[in-house]
Each structure stands twice: as C-alpha cells, then as structure tokens.
C-alpha cells in the first residue's frame, strides 16, 4: 500500500493563480481532510470529507474549495492563491472520523510571492 | 471551545536524559480523544498514540509513556533515556465526539532536540 500520496511536494505561485493540491489514498478510508501548518500555530483543518460526495469545512476554509467524487481522491482547490496561503499542506485519511488514528501524506510546500 | 495547549516551544536534553513534553486541553464535552504525533525533520507525521476520555490509564511503549490525567486535563508525555532519533516536533491534539466531531485540534508543538 502506498498509503496517502500527495502531488506535488513544492509549488511556487503567483498572487492570483489558481491550482490544485492532489491527494489519494488506498486503504479504503471513508474519512479525508485536509490540514495547513504554519510555524507557531500548529496544523489547522481546512476542509474535510466523511465520504464519497460529502465535504465540510474545517477551522479555516476560506480561499480553498474540495470535492470528493471517490472515495480515494480528495483535491484541495486554491481559488486565487494570496501570499497568506503560503504554507504547508497536509492530506489525512482514516477509517472513521476525526477520532481515530490519522495518516498523514508527506505534505506539500506551497509558496505564493 | 476546544483547545489544546503545549506551553513548552523547545526543549533541548543531552541524549540519555528522560523529558517529559506537557499537554493541556480544554473541552466541554465528555467524550472526547486525545492524541500524540511525531513529526521528525523529514516532515511527516506519524501516529504515537490514541487516548479516549473514560480511559485514564497510564500507557507504557518501549521508552514512551503517557499520562493521562483528567482532574487537570493534561495528558504528558515522558520519552526515558532519549535518544538523537528522538529529536523532533511533537504535537498533542484533541477530538471531541459532541461537539465540532470531526475536527482534529492541534496544540502548537514542542521542538525536542537531543543532544548526543
């Protein structure tokens, strides 16, 4: 099992660009959900999925968009990417919701000048 | 609300030294899951361990050991005899089952830096 991937690991953006953050997963998880870490603050939860066709917001949602059309793809759209969006992203999947056991992708660096 | 509190930033020990990382949370609701990861300077976070709020026993793992302790909502961590492959970020967070049930809080971290 790869587990959970993530494309790409780094990203430079223009202010205003729009782009995807790719996320997949092969364990058959029901639950998704997408975090940013900034330094000193931790990692906070964007959006998250508990299954095929169903998405929520998380703690800080605004500038970014999700869908989930299958069970094991979860992409994370910046609208008009802002330099506040400059950060780390990590995808996360488990069996059940937030309370179980997360496994994390390697993350993905996104930088926005 | 729901909150998680790490108060320690950084903390340096000399490798063979035990350290104990600090956790305090805040939740109103009565059912509700605490967590430690471990995220080393190549990035990624792995998974240490998974505590339910009606389960306060101490947990022992090798050369990790967790505390838990409701009457002052923390739940510590304590590496004994620490090792250099110890040096990471560790992060303590919360899920509540009632309230925002699908939200993962996370505290800020504690940089822990063994030196050999």
């Known amino acids: 099992n790869a587990g959970v991937t993530q494309t790409p690991k780094f990203q430079v953006l223009k202010t205003g660009q729009s782009m995807t953050l790719q996320c997949a997963q092969d364990m058959n998880h029901e639950y998704m959900s997408w975090y940013r870490q900034d330094p000193g603050m931790g990692l906070r939860l964007i959006h998250y999925?508990?299954?095929?066709?169903?998405?929520d917001q998380g703690e800080v949602p605004n500038g970014y968009n999700v869908s989930r059309s299958t069970t094991e793809d979860f992409p994370l759209r910046l609208l008009s990417a802002a330099p506040s969006q400059t950060s780390v992203y990590f995808c996360?999947?488990?069996?059940?919701?937030?309370?179980?056991?997360?496994?994390f992708g390697p993350g993905t660096r996104l930088t926005v000048t | 609300a729901q909150k998680v509190t790490q108060a320690q930033t950084e903390i340096s020990v000399v490798e063979k030294e035990d350290v104990t990382l600090d956790c305090v949370y805040e939740t109103r609701d009565t059912t509700y899951y605490l967590f430690w990861y471990k995220q080393p300077p190549s990035g990624e976070l792995v998974f240490l361990i998974r505590r339910n709020s009606f389960d306060e026993q101490n947990e022992i793992s090798g050369r990790y050991s967790w505390n838990f302790q409701k009457s002052t909502s923390s739940f510590n961590f304590t590496i004994t005899a620490s090792q250099v492959v110890d040096s990471a970020v560790y992060f303590c967070?919360?899920?509540?089952?009632?309230?925002?049930?699908?939200?993962?809080?996370f505290g800020t971290g504690t940089r822990l830096t063994v030196i050999p």
């Open positions: 999925s508990v299954g095929a066709g169903i998405t």
């Open positions: 967070a919360l899920s509540s089952h009632q309230t925002g049930a699908n939200n993962l809080f």
């Open positions: 996360a999947s488990s069996v059940g919701e937030s309370s179980y056991e997360q496994y």
